[in-house]
């Protein structure tokens, strides 16, 4: 298994631009979602999906789109870049629900800069 | 919502000495602990978890223990080593959220 991938690793862009960061698990994980880590900030939730079809905000959502249409794939789309968005990108999956572990799994990051 | 508070945010020791990292969380129905380690350049990946209905877990050089009543949790590393120099998350989540809210990370420095 290779796991959680994320594409791609570095990324400059210029403000206003539109960009897909693209995550894919070939775990069969339900749960997937997107974390963005700054200095002193720890791990913060953008967006997450429960399962194909099912998405919902987490605590940073403006600014970022997703879609979840395959268990496999949970693409984070930016929709006008501003240099706020400067970051690292984060995609995790979990197997989901209890009684089975709900460890997340992470991939291994996408660092963007926006000018 | 959760809220996961963690301290310190620097922590250095000399190799061979133990480590104390801790955690408070907010809301009393989380009762699932993990905690991550992220080395330079990449993803966290879980090192150890605690449920709700554990007091006190271990592996090797590394232990979890969790106090409900008072809402706080904390990660013991013992005869530190170079090698576990990284940030360290804890998080917290709840049975009705399977999504964890993390703490800000502890950076580890152990010196040789």
Not at chain 1, 99 to 111: A, H, I, L, M, V
Not at chain 2, 14 to 41: H, M, R
Not at chain 2, 43 to 65: F, H, M, W
Request: charged share 15%.
């Amino acid at each position: 298994n290779a796991g959680v991938t994320q594409t791609p690793k570095f990324q400059v862009l210029k403000t206003g631009q539109s960009m897909t960061l693209q995550c894919a698990q070939d775990m069969n994980h339900e749960y997937m979602s997107w974390y963005r880590q700054d200095p002193g900030m720890g791990l913060r939730l953008i967006h997450y999906s429960v399962g194909a079809g099912i998405t919902d905000q987490g605590e940073v959502p403006n600014g970022y789109n997703v879609s979840r249409s395959t268990t496999e794939d949970f693409p984070l789309r930016l929709l006008s870049a501003a240099p706020s968005q400067t970051s690292v990108y984060f995609c995790a999956s979990s197997v989901g629900r209890l009684p089975s572990t709900d460890t997340q799994y992470f991939g291994p990051g996408t660092r963007l800069t926006v000018l | 919502g959760e809220n996961v508070e963690q301290h310190p945010s620097t922590l250095s020791v000399q190799e061979g000495d133990s480590a104390v990292i801790k955690c408070t969380y907010s809301d009393s129905a989380s009762n699932y602990f993990p905690w991550y380690k992220q080395e330079l350049g990449k993803g966290p990946q879980l090192i150890i978890d605690i449920r709700s209905n554990v007091g006190e877990k271990k592996d090797q050089r590394i232990a979890v223990t969790l106090n409900k009543t008072a809402k706080h949790f904390s990660l013991h590393i013992t005869e530190t080593q170079p090698e576990d120099s990284a940030v360290y998350f804890c998080a917290a989540s709840s049975g009705g959220s399977y999504i964890p809210t993390f703490g800000r990370g502890t950076s580890l420095i152990v010196h040789p």
